[in-house]
């Protein structure tokens, strides 16, 4: 009777442990629903620009160009995630990505109105302070 009771009480903990494992992995997943590791360069790109095009009033061919250059930006920052993937020093990889978002930044800025160009640069600062408003750093309020 014990033999067959220990049994029953380790299958269950097996089966537990297994189920709590799972639903980390999907938790995991789930709270990651937003992450760019989910989307393709495309998705983002395209979900980037049109942000853009909403909060700066671009029109069709600035659109364009801006997802252009934002898909360019997401297909080096593949490479460069891929290049380092191994790497337990990530300071030249987090180097190589400042650069490419700095550039990217760049050609963005020549395509813009003098208007257009200083709403971005104030959305760049309040992403660069508060945190971007789709990841939720910085955004924690004393209450």
Do not use: C, W
Request: charged residues 30%; glycine residues 6%.
């Amino acid at each position: 009777m014990k033999k067959i009771l220990s049994t029953v009480i380790f299958s269950a903990f097996i089966a537990f442990t297994s189920f709590a494992q799972n639903q980390g992995q999907h938790q995991g997943h789930q709270h990651n629903g937003g992450g760019h590791e989910q989307k393709t360069p495309e998705e983002r790109a395209e979900a980037h620009a049109q942000r853009l095009t909403k909060e700066l009033s671009l029109t069709a061919d600035q659109t364009g160009q801006v997802k252009t250059i934002i898909l360019t930006q997401e297909q080096k920052a593949e490479e460069i995630r891929a290049k380092y993937k191994t790497a337990t020093d990530k300071k030249a990889e987090h180097q190589e990505m400042e650069a490419l978002k700095t550039s990217s930044e760049g050609e963005i800025e020549k395509i813009l109105t003098a208007d257009q160009l200083t709403k971005y640069k104030e959305l760049k600062n309040k992403q660069h302070n508060h945190g971007s408003p789709n990841n939720g750093k910085g955004q924690k309020h004393n209450k």
